[in-house]
């Protein structure tokens, strides 16, 4: 499913998603493992199927390999080896979320278990946590019904990735 398709969904096919309208930011919700994140939609370029990637020699447990979309070379890190959470056993509902800096190129790629959808969270909901449990990776949690959802600090994730350099580049 590419951003366009995202967009379509929700109602905005003339390519303006608005993500945070009135203190509210739209979300997608995937899961890792048994644990269900979620990280704004105008991170995400676009959600592609798993493909198994190049093999990358002297890189870190988490990083999957690199596949070629379209002519960029892209990183693939498996967010659960990445967030030490066990995955979900022969999962073929597998998806690989490309993560795009702000001039529209793919930064990586994000091998999750499965998406869920997608939701509008309001901003004011979110319940801010710890840093010092051990969650620098995430900015928050909040409810969704019975569900309790991580919110994905992607600045942090992404800078351990990619180096600090790239995330202040990306974000310029």
Excluded: W
């Excluded at 928050?140 to 351990?160: K, Q, T, Y």
């Amino acid at each position: 499913m590419s951003s366009d398709d995202t967009k379509q969904r929700n109602g905005q096919a003339d390519g303006q998603v608005s993500a945070s309208t009135g203190g509210r930011e739209q979300m997608i919700i995937f899961t890792v493992g048994e644990q269900r994140y979620c990280i704004p939609i105008l991170s995400i370029k676009e959600i592609r199927e798993f493909e198994d990637p190049t093999y990358l020699p002297h890189c870190p447990p988490y990083v999957e390999g690199a596949i070629n979309i379209r002519g960029n070379i892209v990183t693939v890190v498996n967010l659960a080896n990445y967030l030490d959470t066990a995955p979900q056993p022969d999962n073929e509902r597998r998806v690989v979320v490309i993560i795009e800096d702000g001039g529209q190129r793919a930064t990586c790629g994000l091998l999750v278990d499965s998406v869920i959808g997608i939701t509008e969270i309001a901003l004011d909901e979110i319940q801010p946590i710890s840093v010092d449990g051990g969650a620098a990776e995430l900015s928050g949690l909040v409810s969704i019904g019975e569900c309790v959802i991580r919110i994905l600090r992607l600045d942090a994730v992404l800078g351990r990735l990619l180096g600090d350099d790239a995330i202040t580049a990306a974000a310029g």
